[in-house]
């Protein structure tokens, strides 16, 4: 069973939103990670590049495919953790904690409740293959 | 294609209970990797021993007095050469030199041959090889009178093939059989009992590392696979794992091996797939030997190439390579390699490029990153 964790919110495109006041941080989910495999490289945006919702804004590589991570809500790029370069095996590891992505600052801060809550991810999952 | 109308080993079971995550390869539905990920299936076998099932390979049976003649119009490789016990890699090649197939021809006696071909192109091989056993082909069977003089059996249903691979591979399979396999040299083999399974064992395999493939009936393929899992301690950390397709390719890369349908195809020959060395042009007359001799007198237009990558990023099959801003080749197999810690690739580029230290361009998602042309094989075991 992935784990969900209960206090942050969801995409469809298994991508993990945290907010935090002004702020988000992004990541992919333990689903995500679990489907991927290994993952062995991530390509990540820079420090005020700005994304509108629903956005490309990187990919996560495994061994045998690439996939692009979208941004769940519009906003700009105030930090990326570039440490997953030397370790991307955190993105299988730690996806909620360690291997976080981008922190962006909100363009709406509001649009982040509209995401998936846990409860909702979680039956969104079930009819997943 | 459903799962239901893919084509299953006998260990089709096996692999599910293993954590195996099935997809379909070639018509076949096959693990990509287990449950502990292609690097760790990787690396294990560069350090211990992997597991393969490699079932879905083809094979047939060419008996008969003509059997290395009609095997050797065929091939590039002269089989006029192996003695009995020995294999060698070689290529079908059609008219105009390209590759039906590539595969490996087992001599076990002057009038019976074993040819092991590929998965996804046994039936296509099937057809293409018996077609030269009537008609004007049939000249090639020893034949003046339209009856050939060889007897071909396509017995892939018939087997199973495992390969166990790694520098513990010997080790293991030495606890399941008496046959002495410290005798068997690389590229020969020889039968035996495995677990008591009368098989054909081969030092033989596609990963860079010494080790066996175990040919034998299909219904023991499932007691063989366990006492394999069994000898080989799985489940220990340096215990043998089963592996999957895709160590079964990042293996192969590693060691620069051909993979029909990338490096190998219809229109690709073997000269320009770095597989000189397989093709006697010498030899005599072959399928496409005139086309071959044709293209190395005129010189090769292109070259497979070997590369690392020298900007972060990862080349991927069919990439764009250029040079000097012109799109010049493409990517044939592009990965990490787990045991290298690089990313690399083989591609096609053109003769005058083709040299080691040329500096190349590959496009990855639109952006054009650096990489560089190394000898190949990228890895070498040491012995």
């Given amino acids: 069973m992935a784990n969900i964790p209960e206090n942050l919110r969801y995409t469809k495109d298994h991508e993990w939103i945290a907010v935090d006041g002004e702020t988000a941080g992004i990541g992919i989910t333990d689903y995500a990670q679990s489907s991927l495999g290994d993952v062995v490289y991530i390509d990540l945006p820079r420090v005020g590049d700005k994304f509108a919702a629903h956005e490309a804004f990187g990919s996560v590589e495994s061994v045998k495919a690439v ?63 | 294609m459903t799962s239901d109308s893919l084509k299953k080993t006998p260990l089709n079971e096996a692999h599910r209970s293993l954590g195996g995550k099935m997809v379909e390869f070639g018509g076949w539905d096959m693990p990509v990797q287990y449950t502990a990920g292609v690097l760790v299936e990787h690396l294990r076998t560069r350090t211990a021993a992997g597991l393969f099932d490699v079932s879905h390979m083809g094979e047939f049976w060419v008996e008969g007095e003509n059997a290395i003649a009609f095997v050797n119009s065929l091939t590039t490789n002269d089989v006029t050469k192996l003695v009995d016990g020995q294999a060698h890699y070689s290529a079908l090649t059609n008219e105009n030199g390209g590759v039906v197939d590539d595969l490996l021809v087992y001599r076990f006696d002057n009038d019976k041959l074993l040819l092991v071909v590929n998965a996804g192109t046994t039936e296509k091989d099937w057809d293409w090889i018996t077609s030269f056993l009537s008609g004007p082909g049939a000249v090639r069977t020893g034949s003046p009178d339209d ?53 054909i064992i081969s030092r033989t395999g596609y990963t860079g590392e010494d080790g066996f493939e175990i040919y034998a009936d299909a219904d023991s393929a499932r007691q063989l696979w366990d006492k394999l899992l069994e000898a080989g301690r799985y489940g220990d950390t340096d215990g043998i794992v ?21 490096e190998l195809s219809d229109t690709i020959t073997p000269l320009e797939a770095n597989l000189g060395w397989i093709t006697k042009l010498q030899k005599g007359d072959f399928t496409g030997r005139d086309a071959l001799l044709k293209q190395k007198e005129a010189g090769l237009k292109r070259k497979l190439v070997g590369f690392e990558m020298r900007e972060p990023g990862i080349a991927r099959d069919d990439h764009k390579i250029f040079v000097n801003e012109r ?20 591609a096609f580029v053109p003769t005058e490029f083709a040299n080691t230290g040329q500096e190349i361009k590959i496009e990855v998602r639109g952006k054009q990153l650096k990489a560089e042309i190394v000898p190949t094989p990228f890895y070498k075991r040491h012995k």
């Fill in chain 1, 67 to 129: 996939s692009e991570v979208f941004i769940p809500i519009a906003g700009e790029v105030i930090e990326v953790n570039s440490a997953l370069n030397d370790t991307p095996e955190k993105v299988n590891g730690d996806p909620y904690g360690d291997a976080w992505f981008i922190k962006i600052k909100m363009a709406n801060p509001g649009e982040a409740d509209a995401m998936l809550s846990a409860e909702e991810y979680e039956e969104y999952l079930s009819t997943q293959g």
């Fill in chain 2, 327 to 346: 799109e010049v080749g493409y990517v044939t197999s592009g990965s990490p390699a787990p045991y290298l810690k690089k990313n690399i690739g083989l």
């Fill in chain 2, 242 to 262: 089963p592996c999957g397709l895709a160590a079964r390719n990042t293996l192969r890369l590693e060691s620069a091996m051909s993979l029909y349908g990338h």
């Fill in chain 2, 147 to 199: 009856k050939p003089r060889v007897t071909l059996t396509n017995a892939s249903a018939d087997y199973c093939q495992i390969a166990v691979q790694g520098p513990n591979a010997i080790g293991i399979l030495k606890q399941l059989t008496d046959t002495d396999l410290d005798e068997i040299k690389y590229y020969h083999f020889t039968t035996g009992r495995v677990d008591g399974v009368e098989s």
